[in-house]
T-cell receptor, first 110, second 119 residues
């Protein structure tokens, strides 16, 4: 059972905007920065967003993140076929004294 | 270029011990954390714990404390994850991750090590 809650799936057609939510608590998202990871099939996770809304170099600007209270969200605008992957949110949790991950969201491009 | 190269596939029997490794290069090993993350195929990522190579201090998730041991050898820029007695439920892919708590954009992953525990 993951500490952070995400919808199991999301989908859209090419060019559409897709949003993924991540719900936590004051022990994690409410007081710590959120990260988002993209995991393409059969590969290791890759950092997509850090510090709630910052993109590492090389990540397209159609990926954006936000945080409000104890929730966060990832938006993919201009959805492309190569965006088909699993997406995970993560944050530090001070009640567990460790990082926690979300339950993961599978994005399908229709 | 930052690289984390993990040891290869393992097939073990229940009750056996195992240590897998993660060799880092391309950055200052001592000053960034190494975490281990479990992924049972088809399931979510689970943070197992992390270690700061500078002082070898390890922190464990409550779910994994006492089940595994995380260690490092700074002389060869390598982190380890060890089991004393494997169970079939330990079958999973294990990833190492290098991250820096002061520079959140510094976040790199190994390719993963698949472990199968079966009699």
């Amino acid at each position: 059972q993951s500490v952070l809650t995400q919808p199991p799936s999301a989908s859209g057609t090419p060019g559409q905007r897709v949003t993924i939510s991540c719900s936590g608590s004051t022990s994690n998202i409410g007081n710590f920065n959120v990260l988002w990871y993209q995991q393409l099939p059969g590969t290791a996770p890759k950092l997509l967003i850090y510090s709630n809304n910052q993109r590492p170099s090389g990540v397209p600007d159609r990926f954006s993140g936000s945080r409000s209270g104890t929730s966060a969200s990832l938006a993919i605008s201009g959805l492309q076929s190569e965006d088909e992957a699993d997406y995970y949110c993560a944050a530090w949790d001070d009640s567990l004294n460790g990082r926690v991950f979300g339950s993961g969201t599978k994005v399908t491009v229709l | 270029e930052v690289q984390l190269v993990q040891s290869g596939v393992e097939v073990k029997k229940p009750g056996e011990s195992l240590e897998i490794s993660c060799k880092a290069s391309g950055y200052t090993f001592a000053t960034s954390y190494i975490a281990w993350v479990r992924q049972i195929p088809g399931q979510a990522l689970e943070w197992m714990g992390s270690i700061y190579p500078g002082d070898s201090e390890a922190t464990y998730s409550p779910a994994f404390r006492g089940q595994v041991t995380i260690s490092v050898d700074k002389s060869i820029n390598t982190a380890y994850l060890r089991w004393r007695s494997l169970k079939p439920s330990d079958s999973a892919i294990y990833y190492c991750e290098a991250y820096n708590s002061d520079l959140e954009s510094f976040d790199y992953w190994g390719q993963g090590t698949l472990i199968t525990v079966s009699s």
